[in-house]
């Protein structure tokens, strides 16, 4: 079994939809989680990080954890064509050295 | 700006012929990180130098090498590519905090192509 589980997709939603990204994780030691987006040959750009259970919200995009299940999804509102692209999510915790853990990712598709 | 430079953005070479890729960064982190990413793969940590200290990922070929001469700048030596090396390398960075995230920052990766 993967530390890290996310369903590799593709999604594809029409432009407004809301959508659902999701990661699960068997680590228990995990302590902070990130999203990424990566666009097709490009490299991960940071979208948001958590540091605890709950939601955090940042414009359209809502991150949440769930630990008591290792779960953890990433919420985008009102899609847009430009959010299309690969969301990698990724863990770690303190004296992990460093390191992260990502999911496979998921690619998702906005279409007009 | 800063960022993570990766150098070049695409790298054709031959079976068998050594090749390096560079990394430079002006955000002044304390962690410099090399992954390989194949197609619909997550990215997969060869190792990372934090400061001068230098950690090899156990399944890590032989084949990857690396060398960090300063702060700033950090090299992948691929000795003898073989056609599985075929992929997107990709160079990260962070604080190298040890309470709290420690947040990586990518490059926009180099893609290898091995004829």
């Known amino acids: 079994q993967k530390e890290v589980e996310q369903d590799p997709g593709p999604l594809s939603v029409p432009e407004g939809a809301i959508v659902s990204l999701n990661c699960t994780y068997s680590?228990?030691?995990?302590?902070?989680f990130m999203w990424y987006r990566q666009y097709s040959r490009k490299g991960p750009e940071l979208l948001m990080y958590t540091y605890s259970s709950g939601n955090k919200e940042d414009g359209r995009f809502t991150a949440q954890v769930d630990k008591s299940s290792k779960y953890i999804s990433l919420f985008i509102r009102d899609s847009q064509p430009s959010d299309s692209a690969t969301y990698l999510c990724a863990m770690g915790f303190t004296g992990g050295g460093n390191k992260l853990t990502f999911g496979t990712g998921t690619q998702l598709k906005v279409e007009l | 700006d800063a960022m993570v430079i990766q150098n070049p953005r695409y790298q054709v070479t031959q079976f068998g012929k050594p090749v390096t890729l560079s990394c430079s960064q002006t955000l002044n982190h304390n962690v410099m990180y090399w992954y390989q990413q194949k197609s619909s793969q997550a990215p997969k940590l060869l190792f990372h130098?934090?400061?001068?200290?230098?950690?090899n990922e156990a399944d890590t070929p032989d084949n990857f090498q690396s060398r960090r001469p300063n702060t700033s700048f950090c090299f992948l030596d691929i000795r003898s590519p073989g056609l599985g090396d075929a992929a997107m390398y990709l160079c990260?960075?962070?604080?190298?905090?040890?309470?709290?995230?420690?947040?990586?920052?990518f490059g926009p990766g180099t893609r290898l192509t091995v004829l």
């Open positions: 990260a960075t962070s604080r190298g905090s040890v309470a709290g995230p420690d947040t990586q920052y």
């Open positions: 680590n228990s030691a995990f302590q902070y």
């Open positions: 130098y934090y400061d001068k200290d230098f950690n």
